[in-house]
């Protein structure tokens, strides 16, 4: 296996064939498709459905995954700002805030690398009483072309979205003299460069009817740079700059663009309960507010720890 991985770093390195005047750049990198339209199924799925786990699946709507096949108007929402896309939704402070969206009654797209890790969270959500809605979109946030897919779909089968979260993490330990182009470079794309192309696409949608928020995760690498975390802390530091810009450019046309700091650990499953760390319910609940802020005192910057942890203490 160190071999195939020491390989394949060779290969993400860009390379450039000479044609004279000008030169093809190209480089290897794993390709993620846009998922393909399925319809939700339980784990173990009998071979006819009772009525009762027909009524079940009612919620799911068309379909599970989006299809750029499907031809359907936008859905009409009785309140639009429940209409959200949160990319890079996972364990923790993912599944938190698709929780509290749902929960509350919203149409919730919920974007990964790996959608079909999604699946059961999708499947919850989709099953309680309170109307709110679950897509699942396999999507890699650094690809302009699939961003503006997932967006083409989300539009499609809910609606304009008016709440849009970028909470996408990527980072290499290590010295910088010690770090490959290849892995300073991923972490930048996956920590900046794919927040630039959600922020710019979702603002392009939400312009026209002048409002909606748009909120970027960052962390405590994103205003310190700690010894042997620079693959973190330049994607982080450049995150935060996109939406100064941005919030400077747009808020004067309804957009509230906002940058939400995470000085700490976020509790998941197989976090040590002795150690200092967020709840992932309270930070949710922490990017909810900042959406439902009024225009007359928005916040352009939040930034959350524990009681205990010491500020920019956390590693």
Not at 71 to 83: A, G, K, L, S, V
Not at 132 to 153: K, Q
Not at 179 to 191: G, K, L, Y
Request: glycine fraction near 8%; aromatic fraction near 6%; proline fraction near 5%.
């Amino acid at each position: 296996m160190g071999l195939v991985h020491d390989v394949w770093n060779r290969l993400k390195t860009w390379r450039q064939i000479r044609l004279g005047p000008v030169s093809i750049v190209y480089r290897f990198r794993r390709t993620v498709s846009v998922s393909k339209n399925r319809r939700a199924r339980p784990a173990a799925q009998p071979p006819r459905l009772t009525a009762a786990f027909e009524t079940l699946l009612t919620p799911l709507g068309p379909s599970f995954f989006a299809s750029p096949a499907i031809e359907t108007r936008p859905r009409q929402i009785r309140n639009p700002t429940d209409i959200a896309i949160i990319f890079g939704v996972g364990p923790g402070l993912g599944f938190a805030l698709a929780r509290k969206l749902a929960k509350d009654g919203g149409q919730v797209a919920l974007v990964s690398r790996q959608a079909d890790h999604l699946r059961d969270l999708a499947f919850e959500l989709n099953s309680q009483p309170s109307g709110g809605r679950a897509t699942v979109y396999s999507c890699d946030v650094t690809d302009e072309r699939g961003v503006r897919e997932v967006f083409s779909l989300v539009v499609r089968e809910l609606g304009i979205p008016n709440l849009v979260v970028y909470s996408t993490q990527n980072s290499v330990a290590g010295r910088a003299i010690d770090m490959t182009t290849a892995a300073f470079e991923e972490c930048w794309r996956a920590n900046c460069l794919g927040g630039f192309i959600v922020a710019r696409e979702a603002a392009q949608l939400m312009r026209p009817h002048h409002s909606g928020s748009i909120i970027l995760i960052g962390s405590t690498s994103g205003l310190i740079g700690r010894e042997n975390h620079l693959s973190l802390a330049v994607g982080k530091f450049g995150l935060r700059a996109v939406t100064q810009v941005m919030a400077r450019e747009l808020w004067s046309e309804g957009l509230h663009v906002a940058h939400v700091v995470i000085d700490a650990d976020i509790d998941d499953a197989n976090k040590d309960p002795s150690q200092i760390s967020c709840n992932p319910n309270d930070v949710a609940e922490v990017i909810y507010s900042v959406h439902c802020q009024p225009s007359s005192a928005w916040a352009s910057e939040v930034d959350v720890r524990p009681a205990k942890e010491r500020f920019w203490e956390h590693c």
